[in-house]
């Protein structure tokens, strides 16, 4: 465990770490299937309607629910409001390497890119 991250941010590392190459996988078929640009990964601590669910705490043993949408799912139900798009675009890093994620909590959501290299 890293002294220097919260223990909730832990567990979501610990999970991802679980389950990285396989979002890796989903992100470049996403991709090359002309599906989006920007797929966006959902990591959750609670069920969502959002996305697409792709792994649960009960199947895999985690603490996280993991959902896959994209930035075009995220405008239209206006959780990034059409006037901060292209700033989202400017500030997305390669999905080659970095899985984007909206991290969702009770109390907050914040997005956050994780490289697959560093966890895998």
Same mark, same amino acid.
């Given at each position: 465990?890293? #002294? @220097?991250?919260?223990?909730?941010?832990?567990? +979501? !590392?610990?999970?991802?770490?679980?389950?990285?190459?396989?979002? *890796?996988? %989903?992100?470049?078929?996403?991709?090359?299937?002309?599906?989006?640009?920007?797929?966006?990964?959902?990591?959750?601590?609670?069920?969502?309607?959002?996305?697409?669910?792709?792994?649960? #705490? @009960?199947?895999?043993?985690?603490?996280?629910? +993991? !959902?896959?949408?994209?930035?075009?799912?995220?405008?239209?139900? *206006?959780? %990034?409001?059409?006037?901060?798009?292209?700033?989202?675009?400017?500030?997305?890093?390669?999905?080659?390497?970095?899985?984007?994620?909206?991290?969702?909590?009770?109390?907050?959501?914040?997005?956050?890119?994780?490289?697959?290299?560093?966890?895998?």
């Amino acid at each position: 465990m890293n #002294p @220097e991250i919260s223990p909730v941010l832990q567990s +979501f !590392y610990d999970d991802f770490k679980s389950v990285c190459l396989a979002l *890796q996988k %989903i992100s470049k078929e996403t991709m090359n299937n002309g599906i989006t640009d920007y797929p966006i990964f959902i990591a959750s601590s609670l069920p969502v309607d959002l996305g697409i669910l792709l792994f649960t #705490p @009960e199947k895999l043993n985690l603490k996280w629910y +993991f !959902y896959i949408s994209m930035l075009e799912e995220l405008k239209k139900k *206006q959780i %990034i409001h059409s006037d901060r798009i292209e700033a989202f675009k400017v500030t997305y890093k390669s999905p080659d390497d970095y899985a984007c994620f909206l991290l969702m909590l009770p109390e907050e959501a914040s997005f956050i890119f994780v490289p697959y290299t560093h966890l895998s």
